[in-house]
Each structure stands twice: as C-alpha cells, then as structure tokens.
C-alpha cells in the first residue's frame, strides 16, 4: 500500500533530494494521516458513549489531535519549501524540525488530559457496557494505526524528515493506548472487573513520555548537534581525495533544514606551491562538493611544511607521544620554530569532550614532559580544544 501511494501520488519519486519531491511526500503523509484519523475519531468516539469507557473516549480524541498534528505536519512542510528570501538566506528547511517539536506538544497534551481522566475514572468509577462489536472496532483501529505508524517510518527514513519520524512514534503510542484500552474492556466483559482508570494511567504516562521525547529529538538540530561520523568522513574524504590536498581538520556543519546544509573546514596544502595554484585548487572543492554532495562548503587553506626532514621528525615524534597518552588525541597546524637553544612545537591539539579541564592542565603537562625528554630543547606551544564530531574521527 505505501509503495501505491508513493507511485501514485508522488512525482519522480526516487529523487528524495529534490525540494518538490519531499514536500510531494510530506503533503502525501500529511493527508494520509488526517483522513484515516479523522476516521478513528468518529469511530472511537461512537464506541466510547456506546460503552462508557473514558479511556476509549480520551482515545478518540488523542486521534483528533493526530489529525490536527498530521496538519501542523502539511502546514510545516509546506513552508519549509520557500526558498531563502533576504530575511532567511538559507532558506526555511527547519521549519520542518518546529512543526515536529509542535506535534510533541499535542502528544503530550493528550498524555495529560489522559492522565487526569484516569485519575478521576479511578476515584469515582462508571458503569461500563461490553460489546464485541466494539472490541473488534477497536481492533481495526490498532492494525490501522500500526500500518499509519509503518508508513510514516518508512517516509520518514526515505526523506529524512524529523515530522515524519515524529508522527510515526505517535501513532505507536496510539497502538499502546488503544491495545490497553481493549484490555481493560475484556477484562471488564469477561471478569466484570473495571480497570478502565488504572489502565488509561499508564497509557497517559506511555503517551507523555514519547511526546517528550519527540520534543528532545527535534530540538537537537535546533540547538545544534555533533557531526555525524558518516557525514564527518564523507566530507573530509571528499576534500582529500583531490591532488594537493595534505589532509583536513577543523570540519563544522550546520545544519539548515534535512535537505540545506552550511560547512567550514580547513584543508593543508603544502606550503611551497605557488598560493594562486592552492587557491584555485580550493575553489574547483568548493564548487564540487555544492554539485556532488549539495553541501555549500567553505575552505580554509592551511599552508604546511612537507620537505623538511626536522619538521617531519619532530611531527613524528608527537605522533607517537599521543599515541602512548590516548591514541583518540589527534593534532593539525603543526609549526616548528627553531633556535639555538630552544625548538618551539606550535600545534593545536584535538581532545575527547569527556576530558575536563583538570584533565587538559595535566595532558599538557604530560605530552610536554614527554617531548622534553626525548628532546630537551622542545618547548611546546599547544591549543587544546574539542572536536565537532560525535565520536573522535580515526586519525590517519
């Protein structure tokens, strides 16, 4: 069924990067999830005055508040498709992380509202009525749901969309809440046992809790959030790949919607080809990492030593000093100024983010001590900071 709608509805449906084609399927999802809760609701809230159960009532409407997220979805969509103006020159991609982090709170209201309905069902207990017809309405709604839930995940991944992503973990609350609410009704019809309230208590919590932590999701690209390994090593190895280019560090991304994004790195060339040649060589990266990865990449070039036997031996030497500390330390921007009586080492030094400051006094301290006796002239001139990336990148 979802490849049908796909198909179907969506234009050149495989090329997910296109604009017009995510905002094709986040309209197809966005109207999808409207109709078929706008069904549920109906159907749920007949149920719930037929039987008198609060939870399947509190249920009907958690389905209304999806369809009004599955609106906030198509509205967010729709306007994260307006390319960049004067007043965002980098377009309005994460108005789709905004519509997301909206649909978390019509996730955690219902949660709320549940949870005060059940707490008062559980006080003051009503009369409920068991049907079959009802369980088995009841039942359809959950398959319903779960394929809602699927066809979200699956357009989601396919689109990298955080809305998409966010429906489906609702309408897998919704499962919950709705397979509970059939458990307490055939407990009810079977045993004339009411569990009504204590049931819609904890489908409440279920359902809070993953409006919370839909909300934390989004907001992760909003605040700014590490490079992903993938993303980190695909750009550096791009950038590398070219004839020139010694390495690369200092890589940051930013992040401006699933489909934008901004990035800065700094690239070493080596210090004796002419800066006109390294230039152009910089800008022909630039343009075909905008053409092949859709990245708008900045480079900073880094001019470095390459034929100079001391310079290497002393980079070796600090290779294999860090190596010995912790071999997730890297360094870039290696300098080596000579004297008569003193050798300067001038190199900024990448560590974890769990090292503290008390941890960066004493790794410099050591890496220093290290040096001096291997070669009582070093004198270390060293800026420690953190890498961008998730995880340390694997030095070379």
């Given at each position: 069924?979802?490849?049908?709608?796909?198909?179907?509805?969506?234009?050149?449906?495989?090329?997910t990067?296109d604009?017009?084609v995510?905002?094709?399927?986040?309209?197809?999802?966005?109207?999808?999830?409207?109709?078929?809760?706008?069904?549920l609701f109906?159907?749920k809230?007949?149920?719930?005055l037929?039987?008198?159960s609060i939870?399947?009532?509190?249920?009907?409407?958690?389905?209304?508040?999806d369809?009004?997220?599955?609106?906030?979805g198509?509205?967010?969509?729709?306007m994260?498709?307006?390319?960049?103006?004067?007043?965002?020159?980098?377009?309005?991609?994460?108005?789709?992380y905004i519509?997301?982090?909206?649909?978390?709170?019509?996730?955690?209201?219902?949660?709320v509202?549940?949870?005060?309905?059940?707490?008062?069902?559980?006080?003051?207990?009503?009369?409920?009525?068991?049907?079959?017809?009802?369980?088995?309405?009841?039942?359809?709604?959950?398959?319903?749901?779960?394929w809602l839930?699927?066809?979200?995940r699956?357009?989601?991944?396919?689109i990298r969309?955080?809305?998409?992503?966010?429906?489906?973990?609702?309408?897998?609350?919704?499962?919950?809440?709705?397979?509970?609410?059939?458990?307490?009704?055939?407990?009810?019809?079977?045993?004339?046992?009411?569990?009504?309230?204590?049931?819609?208590?904890i489908?409440?919590?279920?359902?809070m809790?993953?409006?919370?932590g839909?909300?934390?999701?989004?907001?992760?690209p909003?605040?700014?959030?590490?490079?992903?390994?993938?993303?980190?090593?695909?750009?550096?190895?791009?950038?590398?790949?070219?004839?020139?280019?010694?390495?690369?560090?200092?890589?940051?991304?930013?992040?401006?919607?699933?489909?934008?994004s901004?990035?800065t790195i700094h690239?070493?060339?080596?210090?004796?080809?002419?800066?006109?040649?390294?230039?152009?060589?910089?800008?022909?990266?630039?343009r075909d990492?905008?053409r092949?990865l859709?990245?708008f990449?900045?480079?900073?070039?880094?001019?470095v030593e390459?034929?100079?036997?001391?310079?290497?031996?002393?980079?070796?030497?600090?290779a294999q000093?860090?190596a010995?500390?912790?071999?997730?330390?890297?360094?870039?921007?290696?300098?080596?100024?000579?004297?008569t009586e003193?050798?300067?080492?001038?190199f900024?030094?990448?560590?974890?983010?769990?090292?503290n400051?008390?941890?960066?006094?004493?790794l410099?301290?050591k890496?220093?001590?290290?040096?001096?006796?291997?070669?009582?002239?070093?004198?270390?001139?060293?800026?420690?900071?953190?890498?961008y990336?998730?995880?340390?990148?694997?030095?070379?």
């Amino acid at each position: 069924m979802t490849e049908f709608l796909v198909r179907r509805f969506v234009k050149n449906h495989e090329q997910t990067e296109d604009a017009g084609v995510r905002t094709a399927y986040g309209v197809l999802a966005s109207m999808v999830g409207i109709c078929c809760n706008a069904v549920l609701f109906a159907v749920k809230l007949m149920i719930g005055l037929m039987a008198g159960s609060i939870s399947v009532m509190a249920d009907a409407f958690n389905n209304l508040s999806d369809a009004a997220g599955s609106i906030v979805g198509f509205v967010g969509v729709k306007m994260a498709e307006k390319p960049a103006d004067a007043d965002h020159p980098f377009g309005h991609g994460r108005m789709e992380y905004i519509a997301a982090f909206v649909v978390s709170f019509f996730v955690i209201q219902v949660g709320v509202e549940l949870f005060k309905s059940s707490i008062g069902k559980i006080r003051q207990p009503e009369e409920m009525t068991f049907r079959w017809m009802a369980v088995a309405l009841l039942l359809l709604s959950v398959l319903v749901k779960w394929w809602l839930a699927v066809f979200n995940r699956t357009l989601g991944k396919r689109i990298r969309s955080s809305v998409m992503s966010a429906t489906a973990v609702d309408a897998l609350g919704d499962v919950a809440a709705t397979s509970a609410t059939i458990l307490s009704m055939v407990v009810f019809g079977i045993w004339g046992v009411n569990i009504d309230g204590f049931v819609g208590l904890i489908v409440s919590v279920a359902v809070m809790l993953a409006g919370l932590g839909i909300a934390r999701d989004t907001l992760a690209p909003l605040l700014g959030e590490p490079i992903d390994p993938a993303v980190y090593h695909e750009i550096s190895a791009f950038v590398e790949g070219y004839d020139g280019i010694i390495g690369t560090h200092d890589l940051i991304v930013h992040n401006y919607g699933p489909t934008h994004s901004m990035a800065t790195i700094h690239a070493e060339v080596a210090s004796d080809v002419d800066v006109r040649v390294s230039h152009e060589l910089i800008d022909r990266i630039e343009r075909d990492c905008a053409r092949s990865l859709g990245i708008f990449l900045v480079i900073h070039m880094d001019p470095v030593e390459t034929h100079d036997e001391k310079t290497a031996a002393y980079r070796q030497l600090l290779a294999q000093v860090l190596a010995r500390t912790d071999a997730r330390l890297t360094f870039h921007d290696f300098r080596v100024v000579a004297g008569t009586e003193q050798v300067n080492l001038i190199f900024d030094l990448v560590v974890p983010r769990e090292y503290n400051d008390d941890m960066w006094d004493t790794l410099r301290a050591k890496v220093s001590d290290e040096l001096r006796s291997a070669d009582p002239r070093c004198c270390c001139v060293m800026t420690i900071e953190n890498t961008y990336c998730a995880e340390p990148p694997e030095s070379d």
